[in-house]
């Protein structure tokens, strides 16, 4: 933790389990999975759509930028419903709502009704992360954690990984799409209710103020509000950005899905470094570097499709890992209905990168060309950087 972070709660160590409990793992990863393929299918291929309706790349932003919105909002609640009905029944009734409005943006004519689709898509998607963390979280043995989070993270970034390929694969035309991502996140359910008997119990938290837990790790926070914004302003508006440097829509897609293939490679190797290093601060710093250094490359590289693949493959598995270590040390630090709150606080910093990010991107293309995509992303990166060059010279020594 860093050094002038406020006093964490006195941890009620209930929740921990000495073995994993592998139902509720396969549940929770079944559960991010269908969040990784619905935000890696949903979002470039919503984007195209409008591309091609004529709206504006402020105006795409904007509608992506409700993802933020509805993710901000339901974070701090999910918490709250879970543990008056249950994650399980909860986590159910959000991957029925997720599906159906998928499915309704195909019907959905007028850009207006696309803004409560997106509130109510993300608004489920945000409640299935927090349980599905929360419950992950439970289901590892401190001495695991990094690595039962590097399979968690693994599989969400497979999901991330196959939206875009499924993209490439269906294209943007017709009914086809939003069925097929209609019918992964609904198939999630089944392994959540076979896993009922694992529904893990909240309990009663400290009773701090939502916003306090958001302070509680700021380093860890604000390497997630980066990669929220990173991950859901490139999803939406990196297909664009390739079309206009001169790729087809199946070759942009193609590079999403180089970026979801580092993800995957990267995140298991990075659970277990972070296991085994006393100060994360110092790797998430790296993270954010790499992703600097790869943003300010993207418009030198991005005529060229094999190398800028081979530059996406490691610069996508490093700026995953801002999420991994973030998460594993929530896990450490926190258990029960503090380590649910953490993990809806945790979200709601991911959220507010959502909304941030793609609105940002956005502006940046309209206002200062195709390129302003690399700049933005190397300034949520740079800031970054700073923050955490600034608080380790201030606290050099964990606590």
Same mark, same amino acid.
């Given at each position: 933790m860093d050094h002038s972070s406020p006093e964490l709660p006195t941890p009620d160590l209930t929740g921990i389990r000495e073995n994993i409990h592998w139902p509720a793992l396969i549940a929770a990863v079944a559960s991010i999975t269908a969040v990784g393929i619905a935000i890696g299918l949903g979002l470039p291929l919503l984007s195209v759509i409008l591309e091609k309706r004529g709206v504006s790349s402020s105006m795409i932003g904007l509608n992506s930028a409700m993802a933020g919105v509805a993710a901000m909002a339901a974070a701090p609640v999910t918490t709250w419903i879970a543990r008056r009905v249950g994650v399980v029944n909860t986590m159910v009734a959000a991957i029925v709502a997720a599906a159906a409005s998928a499915l309704g943006f195909f019907y959905a004519e007028a850009l207006w009704m696309?803004?409560?689709?997106?509130?109510? *898509?993300?608004?489920?998607?945000?409640?299935?992360?927090?349980?599905?963390?929360?419950?992950?979280?439970?289901?590892?043995?401190?001495?695991?954690?990094?690595?039962?989070?590097?399979?968690?993270?693994?599989?969400?970034?497979?999901?991330?990984?196959?939206?875009?390929?499924?993209?490439?694969?269906?294209?943007?035309?017709?009914?086809?799409?939003?069925?097929?991502?209609?019918?992964?996140?609904?198939?999630?359910?089944?392994?959540?209710?076979?896993?009922?008997?694992?529904?893990?119990?909240?309990?009663?938290?400290?009773?701090?103020? *939502?916003?306090?837990?958001?302070?509680?790790?700021?380093?860890?926070?604000?390497?997630?509000?980066? *990669?929220?914004?990173?991950?859901?302003?490139?999803?939406?508006?990196f297909p664009i950005y390739a079309n206009r440097t001169g790729f087809t829509e199946a070759q942009g897609a193609l590079l999403l899905t180089m970026i979801g293939l580092g993800n995957v490679l990267f995140q298991i190797p990075v659970g277990l470094i972070a296991d085994r290093i006393n100060d994360r601060r110092r790797l998430l710093s790296?993270?954010?570097?790499?992703?600097?250094?790869?943003?300010?490359?993207?418009?030198?590289?991005?005529?060229?499709?094999?190398?800028?693949?081979?530059?996406?493959?490691?610069?996508?598995?490093?700026?995953?890992?801002?999420?991994?270590?973030?998460?594993?040390?929530?896990?450490?630090?926190?258990?029960?209905?503090?380590?649910?709150?953490?993990?809806?606080?945790?979200?709601?910093?991911?959220?507010?990168?959502?909304?941030?990010?793609?609105?940002?991107?956005?502006?940046?293309?309209?206002?200062?060309?195709?390129?302003?995509?690399a700049w933005a992303l190397a300034f949520f990166f740079g800031l970054y950087v700073a923050l955490t060059v600034f608080r380790l010279a201030l606290s050099p020594k964990p606590t």
């Open positions: 696309w803004f409560p689709l997106r509130i109510v *898509f993300h608004g489920a998607i945000t409640v299935l992360f927090v349980l599905s963390e929360f419950w992950i979280n439970t289901a590892a043995p401190p001495s695991r954690r990094g690595l039962v989070l590097g399979i968690y993270a693994t599989v969400l970034s497979l999901g991330f990984a196959a939206g875009p390929l499924i993209f490439s694969v269906l294209g943007s035309d017709g009914i086809l799409p939003f069925a097929v991502g209609a019918a992964i996140i609904l198939s999630a359910a089944i392994p959540v209710l076979l896993a009922r008997k694992e529904d893990p119990v909240i309990g009663v938290s400290t009773n701090l103020p *939502f916003l306090r837990y958001v302070f509680l790790v700021p380093t860890a926070t604000a390497a997630v509000f980066v *990669f929220g914004a990173v991950e859901s302003g490139g999803l939406s508006l790296l993270f954010a570097l790499i992703g600097l250094v790869g943003s300010l490359s993207l418009p030198f590289l991005i005529h060229n499709w094999l190398l800028t693949a081979v530059i996406l493959l490691f610069w996508g598995g490093c700026v995953a890992g801002l999420y991994t270590v973030g998460l594993a040390h929530l896990g450490d630090k926190l258990h029960g209905a503090d380590l649910a709150s953490a993990n809806a606080a945790f979200v709601f910093c991911y959220a507010l990168g959502m909304l941030v990010g793609p609105q940002t991107l956005g502006v940046a293309m309209d206002v200062t060309g195709h390129h302003g995509f």
